[in-house]
């Protein structure tokens, strides 16, 4: 994780339209073009192509259509219906049942009513074939909201649904998780991928990872097949000791992390007998996703830099 204000910059750049259009045009052209190290590809057939491969190497799935901050309504149809082919070409590849959404994607910013129908569209085609649906978390404007739809969704009665919380806000540990836990809800822990004001998370790396370190105990122990989600070696291993201190078995929770990260610690992992499940985003809105991945990461702008001069020769 970068300092405050490299997140900064990465998120300003993520929000400028003409470096989004160049981008587009330019990361996902060929296979090796930049923008695949992270994404999986911009259609179905791509993202479902990149899932069989990752359990063919034994590990589990969720899809991720990218999309966020849609500003009319017209554009949240327009993701819902995607969303649903997404889920019946899920069923007739025969691929794990697993998605992950935004709900500013489902039209969050623009009328919450809406958003929540759109989201129960989705669930509706969803949960009778057995999928399970994670609700990306997103900035901290977003907590109040998304966690409250979550629970009136779950008192209704939708429980193939799970939530993610961030160890970097302050709130999460004194109030979400207790919340969210005592409803018996799964809960993905994250460090937090946003850039966020002082008031509302911690700033400094330390404090966050110790956060999570202490969420993540308390997980492996009281949650509900709790999704430990980092790659953060010192974390994971945090995860290990605790579960086998406190005898819980290697099924009773999982790791996940990003496609394209650390595939290494993926597979030491799958290897030493944990659940390992790859988070696989793929669509043709993938500019604000992949700058949050670059923000964590010096080393990865370099990256592109080099697959851009490749591209080009
Ligand atoms: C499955 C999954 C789902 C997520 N869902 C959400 C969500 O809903 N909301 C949200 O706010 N955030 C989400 N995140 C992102 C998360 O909040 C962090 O921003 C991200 O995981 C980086 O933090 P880290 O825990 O890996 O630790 P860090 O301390 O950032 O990184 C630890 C180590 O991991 C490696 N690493 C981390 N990131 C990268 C990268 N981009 N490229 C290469 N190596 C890297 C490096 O070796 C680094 O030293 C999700 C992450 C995962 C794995």
Known sequence: MLDAAAKTFFHLIAQNRTLNKLASRYGMRKPTSFARRFIAGETVAEAIEAARA?????????????????????EADAAT????????AIVASGIERNISLKLTQLGLDVDKASAVDNLRKILGRAEPEGFFVRIDMESSAYTDV??????TLWTHGYHQIGIVLQSALYRTEERDLPRMNALGARIRLVKGAYKEPRNAAHQKKLDVDAAYARM?????????????????????????????????????FEFQMLYGVRRDLQA?????????????????????????????RPANVMFVVRGILVDSG
């Not at 799935?61 to 999309?67: A, F, K, S, Y």
């Not at 998304?146 to 629970?151: C, G, P, V």
């Not at 980092?230 to 290990?240: G, L, Q, S």
């Open 268 to 296: 030491m992992l799958m290897k030493a007998g944990y659940r390992v499940r790859v988070y696989i985003p793929f669509g043709r809105q993938w500019f604000p996703y992949f700058m949050r991945r670059l923000g964590e």
């Open 54 to 74: 990752v359990q063919a190497r034994g590990m589990l799935i969720t899809l991720d259509l990218l999309g966020e901050s849609v500003t009319n309504l017209d």
């Open 81 to 88: 219906r995607a969303y649903l082919s997404l889920i019946d």
């Open 146 to 151: 998304t966690l409250d739809i979550f629970e």
């Open 216 to 252: 993540t105990k308390k997980l492996i122990t009281d949650g509900h097949y709790a999704a430990i989600a980092t790659h953060d070696p010192r974390m994971i291993d945090v995860a290990r000791q605790w579960a086998r201190d406190h005898g819980v078995a290697a099924d009773r």
